[in-house]
Structures are given as structure tokens and as C-alpha cells.
């Protein structure tokens, strides 16, 4: 599975970004627009959950559980200094997705009993796409996680995140991850239709 988060760069926009995720085969958008108005912010998810439903695609916002019913949006992903994950099943019910962010067995140990739906599970490596990093997991720390969620019996599914590129791929999915996330890499690219086709080949290459 390849999750596509939304950012901006002096060539695209957050829906002009999104679409040509979807364009190179992603089925996942998750809109993160930090710091950004309550007007743009919604009109912007407006906009891409119309993509999402002509690519028949899952998405979601980052952190924001109160538009979530307003934009039409198929859940949440919550960081670590967002709503925790039991607080939000409260407010939108099992029938919508939502997942956190872990650095730690720790976190995912949490996340699990809050009944988060997935984990974003980072940083990779350092990634300017985000502030306030967490120190940097490496494959050894994908190891280390996806060993004890195996010891401990947590079959939640596990994204990579962080600074990947398409050619680490087949070493994450070798760790025990189950998809990776995926940002800057695309809207980098020359060519970022042609760079998520990329991506996706990776890991279904190795799923």
C-alpha cells in the first residue's frame, strides 16, 4: 500500500499534488496542511475529495476529527500532539478510519489500545517535509517494531514514513512494514506521475 501526503513546493499545490498522485496509480491521500486558514484548508478538501471519488481512493484529513463529517472525508490520521485516537472514535464512530503516528513500540502499543486502524510509523530518514522530527528510525528500528508487535500479538497494519525514496522500498518491506508513505519524493520528481508508478511497482514488487 502507497500513501501519498499532500504539501505544496513552487510547483504544485496540495490538489494539484493529490491528482497527480492519483494519476500515477495511488488509491490513498492524506490532505496535511499545517498552519493553513479553516477557507483554504476546506476548499482544498473539497477539491480533492472529488478526485478521490472519481479514482475510487480513500481519503483523509491530518488532525482535523471536526471537518472530517464537513469535507465528506473517510477518516483521520493523528499525530502524536493531536486528539488521541479514543477520543476521536468517540466523535466519528467506527465507520470511519483512523490512524497515529508512532517512533516507539511504545506508541504503537497505545495506538493499539486506543484501536487506531493503521500506524504511520517514522521517521526513515530526515525529511524537511516535516517539523519537530522524531529521532530517525532506520530499517534497525522497523526491525525492532515490527519484531515486538509480532511478540506481542499486534497485527495492525504499519506504514513507513519519512525522506523514503522509491529505491528503499524492497529494504523497508523486508523489515515487516506493510506500506509506505510518501511525500516530498513525488512532487520532487520530474516527473511525479511517473515517480509514484515507481513507487507503486516497488512495493507491490515486494508485498
Known amino acids: ?14 490538489v494539484e499534488g493529490a491528482k497527480l498522485a492519483l494519476q500515477g496509480g495511488c488509491r490513498w491521500i492524506q490532505l496535511r496542511m499545517k498552519d493553513a486558514m479553516e477557507i483554504d484548508f476546506l ?13 475510487h481512493a480513500t481519503f483523509i484529513l491530518d488532525d482535523h476529527v471536526e471537518w472530517v463529517g464537513l469535507t465528506g472525508a473517510d477518516g483521520v490520521h493523528l499525530g502524536k500532539n493531536d486528539m ?8 466519528l464512530g467506527r465507520n470511519k478510519i483512523i490512524g497515529g503516528t508512532a517512533n516507539t513500540f511504545e ?36 526491525r525492532d517494531i515490527t519484531a515486538q508487535m509480532k511478540a506481542h500479538d499486534i497485527q495492525l497494519p504499519i506504514v513507513a514514513i519519512g525522506g523514503i ?10 523489515t515487516g512494514v506493510t506500506g509506505i508513505a510518501v511525500s516530498g519524493a513525488i512532487l520532487n520528481a520530474e516527473n511525479p506521475v511517473e515517480e509514484m508508478r515507481l513507487f507503486i511497482s516497488a512495493t507491490d514488487n515486494d508485498m
Not at 500500500?1 to 496540495?14: A, G, K, L, P, V
Not at 488521541?84 to 466523535?91: C, G, I, N, S, Y
Open 43 to 55: 476548499r482544498a478538501a473539497k477539491k480533492i475529495r472529488r478526485l478521490c471519488d472519481e479514482y
Open 1 to 14: 500500500m502507497i500513501q501519498f501526503i499532500t504539501h505544496s513546493n513552487e510547483r504544485y499545490d496540495h
Open 84 to 91: 488521541p485516537v479514543d477520543e476521536a472514535r468517540k466523535m
Open 107 to 142: 506508541d504503537v502499543e497505545r495506538l493499539s489500545r486506543q484501536e487506531a486502524d493503521y500506524i504511520g510509523c517514522g521517521p526513515f530518514r530526515f525529511t524537511t517535509t516535516k517539523k519537530n522530527l522524531s529521532p530517525v528510525l532506520g530499517l534497525e528500528g522497523y
Open 165 to 174: 525514496l522509491h529505491q528503499d522500498i524492497p529494504a523497508i518491506m523486508q
